[in-house]
């Protein structure tokens, strides 16, 4: 069974960092590419992310460029995205997700995690 789990959310305060993962189960992720979305209260999912099979391409959305990184160790069969200079604006729930492009437009990607929660708050 294909599956997706992330992890790493928690409450931190402006300006902090956190980790988060995405690790997957029955499946190799050495052929998708991942994709990070949030989705925060009353709002729409928003695709914030994505790194390519390989590791070689990145996106990023305005939102986050400049405070957020995506990396992949396949080995682990986990991808990653730090993120730093954390505000208020960016408490939601994240999410990955796997599919063949690296793109961040959520109707394309196939394969979801249950989502982790992250609250930048003081």
């Known amino acids: 069974q294909l599956q997706l789990v992330e992890s790493g959310g928690g409450l931190v305060q402006p300006g902090g960092s956190l980790r988060l993962s995405c690790a997957a189960s029955g499946f190799t992720l050495d052929y998708y590419a991942i994709g990070w979305f949030r989705q925060a209260p009353g709002k729409e999912r928003e695709g914030i992310s994505c790194?390519?099979?390989?590791?070689?391409?990145?996106n990023f959305a305005s939102s986050v460029k400049g405070r957020f990184t995506i990396s992949r160790d396949n080995a682990k069969n986990t991808v990653y995205l730090q993120m730093n200079s954390l505000k208020p604006e960016d408490t939601a729930v994240y999410y990955c997700?796997?599919?063949?492009?690296?793109?961040?437009?959520?109707?394309?990607?196939?394969?979801w995690g249950q989502g982790t929660q992250v609250t930048v708050s003081s």
């Open positions: 997700a796997a599919d063949r492009v690296c793109t961040v437009y959520p109707a394309l990607y196939d394969y």
């Open positions: 790194i390519s099979s390989s590791g070689g391409s990145t």
